[in-house]
């Protein structure tokens, strides 16, 4: 049995699981909450080391210096670490720590990165306490502070005796900010663990709205397109003319503003971030740079745009694509155009098994003492890496801690969301362990 069986046949009892007056955690649980509160301060020091360590995703000596910083953590907690090198799609690697534990337990795949957007010639460095609740640092919520709240709630479960009875994979990749090239060489390692596991949880940062923690089962896609224009080069005297047609630029903008008048539906969004056109019009070999020469009296021969568009599903994604194919081959007289699609990542569609997780983790806020969280708007969040096991796994997004300014100077983490994410942690995941699949 799949969890996402087993997790559709548990829901109608975790519905009806009400805040209780007074926390009902197991002598087990009472323990883990314990030690996360007592490694409370140990865990935000380990926290201040590895963001002082730059690992933007392209310093890939940094990258792998996170990495040999935290394994012995997961050595101490029983995992066989291995790294795994990623200079094929020109990236530093991933750690991949695997346990055994009950036979039959419910096999457990947890997410996480090592990289932060934030490369060596950022000027946002170092660390800062800015509070007793709060740190500032590049990638300190993002995802550092995700990869010590995992290891807060592995190492609380130890000390409460159900880490042994655990079965679970850890994937941190060392590109999850700038997936390398190609995705399938860069994700086959996800992929396959997300193959094997019965529930997946990624390690990211804790949705909050209103000031309250929220349950987020879903991520949209990232998709890239570029559409290529060309018309016919003329004297301008003479456009739109059987004989010289309305020029690449008119075709493209025809393109892009039935676009924004076509296209929009419920959790699609979709963005033009790069555009050129004239006689002459070209992208560099990154495609974040574009180049183009013309004159008034000339009719632009070329024009290029580049954009992206975000789905909740693959059904979405391909509905939308053949969308944008359609309107791009209706031409304008004397033109052409053609759109090509790059697809980033895949999107995490919000689920019954995704639900029911969520409820279940709901019983354990009940038990914490905690509020209950409420479903996420997946407009609220990007892409992330659980996306690419999705299609195989049930899963929860944003187990990680809390913070502000992710992907910007000033990045903050809410220290005290750690010790709270660890403890929501370790007790779904012992619960989980104690399972039979």
């Keep these: 049995m799949t969890l996402r069986h087993f997790a559709l046949a548990l829901s109608a009892a975790a519905i009806a699981i009400a805040t209780p007056a007074v926390a009902k955690l197991t002598s087990q649980e009472t323990r883990m909450v314990a030690a996360v509160n007592k490694g409370q301060d140990r865990w935000v020091n380990v926290l201040e080391a590895i963001t002082l360590q730059n690992s933007g995703t392209r310093n890939l000596e940094g990258v792998k210096r996170v990495a040999d910083m935290v394994t012995p953590e997961f050595e101490k907690l029983g995992f066989a670490v291995e790294w795994v090198d990623q200079s094929a799609a020109k990236r530093a690697g991933h750690i991949i720590a695997t346990r055994t534990g009950r036979p039959g337990s419910t096999k457990m795949l947890l997410i996480g990165h090592l990289d932060t957007v934030f490369e060596p010639d950022s000027p946002f460095q170092g660390v800062k306490r ?45 590109d999850e900010e700038d997936v390398g090239e190609p995705i399938d060489v860069a994700r086959a390692d996800l992929v396959k663990w997300g193959q094997w596991a019965d529930v997946a949880l990624d390690f990211e940062g804790l949705s909050r709205q209103d000031g309250k923690d929220m349950g987020a089962i879903a991520r949209r896609s990232s998709n890239s397109w570029q559409i290529s224009a060309t018309g016919k080069e003329g004297h301008s005297s003479g456009i739109f003319s059987a004989s010289a047609g309305h020029g690449a630029i008119y075709e493209l903008s025809r393109i892009i503003t039935r676009f924004h008048a076509e296209l929009p539906e419920d959790k699609l969004t979709f963005n033009v971030g790069l555009i050129a056109g004239g006689a002459v019009a070209e992208l560099d070999a990154d495609l974040v740079r ?39 081959a209706d031409h304008l007289p004397g033109t052409g155009a053609e759109i090509l699609f790059e697809q980033g990542y895949p999107p995490m569609a919000p689920t019954e098994g995704n639900r029911a997780l969520l409820r279940r983790l709901n019983a354990i806020n009940a038990d914490l003492g905690l509020e209950a969280m409420a479903e996420l708007d997946p407009l609220k969040r990007g892409a992330g890496d659980i996306s690419f096991v999705a299609r195989y796994v049930d899963g929860l997004v944003g187990m990680g801690p809390a913070g502000e300014g992710a992907h910007a100077p000033g990045e903050t983490i809410d220290l005290p969301s750690i010790t709270r994410q660890a403890k929501r942690a370790a007790i779904l995941m012992s619960r989980l362990a104690m399972e039979k699949r």
């Design 290 to 328: 574009a180049q183009a020469t013309g004159k008034t009296n000339i009719i632009p021969a070329t024009a290029v745009a580049r954009g992206d568009f975000r789905t909740l599903s693959d059904e979405q994604t391909e509905r939308v694509k053949a969308k944008m194919q359609a309107i791009v």
């Design 130 to 174: 800015l509070s007793d609740t709060v740190m500032e640092g590049p990638g300190i919520e993002d995802n550092k502070g995700g990869v010590i709240v995992m290891l807060a709630a592995l190492e609380a479960m130890q000390a409460a005796g159900t880490l042994s009875a655990a079965t679970i994979t850890i994937v941190l990749t060392g």
